[in-house]
């Protein structure tokens, strides 16, 4: 077949659903690229206009609009030939040239085995899709068409395309709801990364299917007298399955190729959602349903906008797998957000609400890239929304909310919106209380409680599965640590600049430059939240700051930064992520205590009389010494160790004797002695010094205690 009848052949094909006109303007976009690419060949040895043309006919199998298929056509126009984008801009229009410029940006990516380069490149492709989604739909067809023209390609190169399609482009194709081209993605994938597995089973199933042909046709032809019998619409179709997801349920699921096959897998077409469930209730009737393996995505579609209902019967001693849906859910599950455009003229419900999932799942990609530090831990975010496998909750008003399986009420709260969860402290699951780690189940109700002022734990991050939790809750722990460590280090400064008799308002600009260039950091504020992260001395900045940077490396005697009888600083107990407070000492308000700088985490605060304090002069002169605020209300850990007699039920009046001096008992451990003698650790929860004498006294009046000691390491 000539070229020319070949774009005469796409031409009848546009002509089902594009003007004269439009498909003139593509027709023009052919002979444009045909004349760009003159003497261009192909591995194969065809002319290079066809790859351009094949491209276009898959968009056109999709319905794409005129615009998409002259990008098709002019794809490798700039990167191969030389032209401008201007230049196409003036012959065709800047939305053309923009989705040109585009898939040419996305064509030049390569994601090599590099970790980082293939997240830095995924970052281009997210901003591509989120200027016009059809930029990744004309790649993806580039790319439909080059994996089934691999062939002619070195080994090497093969391996890579393969690789690179089965790990970015199928799961992107999946994630847009675009079934048919995904599974023919992988299947290419699949053969070219592993030839004789994928022939193996292909001949596996020719032969099975072979043997399987009469009752194939008896199941069909029951269904169908069924239909007919109720007066139900409906064609029955075969369901085919594809050798790459058997492969992987042999691989990850441990099934025997027979254990998968055996299941006879229909689909019926019918013409309403109202006759989904007719046909449903009809395919019931013939064959019994078996328990839990019913599923309705009509009512909760999948996120990528899938809608069919799932039933597995048992019939002729053999499992009977069936979807129902209409035309439009099957034109939608095939096409996905390609589907859209099929119906732009005539929009429905089923095509907007696959709109809306895809804008908010791009614009969810974009939220995530400007909270990710870097492009790695982007490509980490984004991993577990390119490979969902859905769970559905509801809000207490009803509304359905789609997460990947293994979320949390916490996933759940930062779907909802970002400051919710940050402000989550607890959550109700169907009306009782549940644990904000324990990963939902389909069908539950959940409601958040959210507190102001709350803050995210850090020790989120253990279980949340959601790129958009993972990436705003450390997001938000960033900016907490960096206004921390900003605050923290401006008050040790300040404190070491009283010992040297300054205060941090006298010192210039120009001098706070000086010591910044000197410290080679972007700023002062990172000069100080560096001191409050415990990676600078506040004392040696202060220095510089009142003697000069140049002049403070050339040594001198260190002064005392504490200055004598300067106040020392106050701690309320609560100050955040940067003070700690130490466990070998466990010290209380009321203890005498002392900040040692951590480097990268802050300030620790240990009792003054700590073993693990520095003994030199040198080390105890940098110690900062703190005092207590008054009015604190925090409850703080501290261990008790408890000699006694053993007698029956001593435990329980431990407990209460604490219980009665308002204690709070975290852990309690029993160390036998002797038949006689025991020894009972006990940690529990104070307000400060006055509350734990109170505690020790209580448990000093049980008649067999014989002694009661506070513990430190």
């Known amino acids: 077949m000539s070229l020319e009848n070949t774009i005469e052949g796409l031409r009848s094909e546009l002509s089902t659903y594009l003007d004269t006109n439009r498909i003139n303007q593509v027709r023009r976009a052919y002979y444009y690229a045909e004349q760009a690419h003159e003497g261009q060949m192909r591995k194969s040895g065809d002319r290079y206009i066809t790859h351009p043309l094949a491209v276009a006919r898959i968009l056109a199998g999709l319905k794409l609009d005129h615009q998409s298929l002259m990008a098709a056509m002019l794809h490798d126009v700039i990167e191969d030939t030389g032209i401008p984008k201007d230049a196409l801009a003036e012959q065709f229009g800047e939305d053309v040239a923009e989705l040109v410029d585009g898939v040419s940006k996305l064509t030049q990516i390569e994601f090599r085995s590099r970790a980082e380069a293939q997240a830095e490149n995924f970052q281009k492709m997210t901003l591509a899709m989120a200027r016009d989604i059809r930029v990744i739909l004309v790649k993806l067809a580039d790319r439909l068409h080059n994996m089934r023209t691999l062939g002619p390609m070195p080994y090497e190169k093969r391996q890579r395309i393969a690789t690179e399609t089965l790990d970015i482009y199928a799961p992107i194709a999946n994630r847009l709801g675009m079934h048919a081209l995904s599974t023919e993605l992988e299947d290419l994938g699949f053969a070219s990364l592993h030839p004789m597995r994928s022939r193996y ?8 299917r072979g043997s399987h042909r009469e009752i194939i046709e008896e199941i069909r032809g029951r269904l169908q007298e069924k239909l007919e019998e109720r007066g139900l619409p409906g064609r029955i179709m075969g369901r085919e399955k594809h050798l790459n997801s058997i492969y992987n349920k042999m691989k990850f699921k441990q099934k025997s190729f027979y254990e998968i096959m055996d299941v006879y897998a229909f689909r019926i077409i019918t013409d309403t959602e109202d006759d989904c469930y007719r046909i449903l209730g009809a395919v019931h009737s013939l064959y019994k349903p078996m328990p ?3 599923k309705d995505y009509i009512a909760m579609p999948k996120a990528n906008g899938y809608q069919s209902l799932h039933t597995t019967l048992f019939g002729m001693h053999v499992n009977i797998e069936i979807q129902i849906r209409t035309e439009e859910m099957e034109h939608i599950a095939n096409d996905g957000i390609a589907a859209h455009w099929m119906y732009k003229n005539e929009p429905s419900n089923v095509t907007s609400v696959n709109q809306t999932r895809v804008d908010r799942w791009v614009k969810g990609l974009m939220e995530m890239r400007e909270r990710a530090d870097d492009s790695l831990e982007f490509i980490e975010h984004v991993k577990v929304d390119l490979f969902p496998d859905e769970i559905y909750v509801f809000t207490p008003r009803g509304k359905i909310m789609e997460l990947p399986r293994g979320a949390t009420p916490v996933d759940f709260a930062y779907a909802i919106h970002t400051d919710i969860g940050n402000a989550t402290v607890a959550c109700r699951i169907n009306r009782n209380l549940g644990s904000l780690s324990k990963p939902l189940q389909s069908g539950q109700t959940v409601e958040i409680i959210t507190a102001p002022g709350a803050r995210p734990n850090p020790a989120w991050l253990s279980f949340v ?24 280090g401006r008050t040790l400064l300040k404190k070491s600049l009283d010992g040297f008799g300054a205060r941090l308002s006298d010192i210039d600009d120009a001098q706070k430059q000086a010591v910044v260039n000197h410290n080679q950091v972007n700023s002062f504020d990172d000069l100080v939240s560096e001191i409050g992260l415990g990676n600078r001395m506040a004392y040696l900045v202060a220095r510089q700051l009142v003697s000069g940077a140049e002049r403070e490396d050339s040594g001198g005697e260190v002064r ?16 955040g992520m940067l003070v700690h407070f130490a466990t070998c000492c466990k010290p ?23 073993s693990r304090l520095p003994e030199d002069d040198e080390g105890r002169s940098r110690l900062t010494h703190l005092t207590w605020a008054k009015d604190i209300t925090d409850e703080f850990s501290v261990e008790l160790r408890v000699e006694l007699e053993r007698q029956r039920g001593l435990i329980a009046e431990i407990a209460n ?21 025991g020894v009972v650790s006990l940690v529990v929860k104070v307000h400060g010094r006055k509350h734990l004498a109170r505690v020790m ?3 000093r009046n049980i008649k067999a205690v014989t002694s009661i000691s506070r513990v430190k390491y």
Do not use: W, Y
């Open 201 to 208: 089973i292909s001949k596996a199933v020719d032969k099975l």
């Open 292 to 294: 839990g393996r019913f």
């Open 465 to 488: 599965v959601t790129g958009k939790a993972r990436s705003s809750i450390r997001h938000t722990l960033k900016s907490q640590k960096m206004a921390e460590s900003l605050d923290l």
């Open 560 to 575: 005392d930064i504490q200055g004598g009888d300067n106040e020392p600083i106050t701690i309320q107990g609560t100050e």
């Open 588 to 610: 209380i308000p009321g203890d005498p205590v002392v900040g040692v700088m951590d480097s990268g985490s802050g300030m620790t605060i240990h009792s003054d009389t700590c």
């Open 657 to 677: 004797a604490v219980a009665m001096a308002d204690g709070n008992i975290e852990r309690i451990n029993v160390d036998e002695l002797d038949a006689r003698f």
């Open 697 to 699: 006294r209580r448990v």
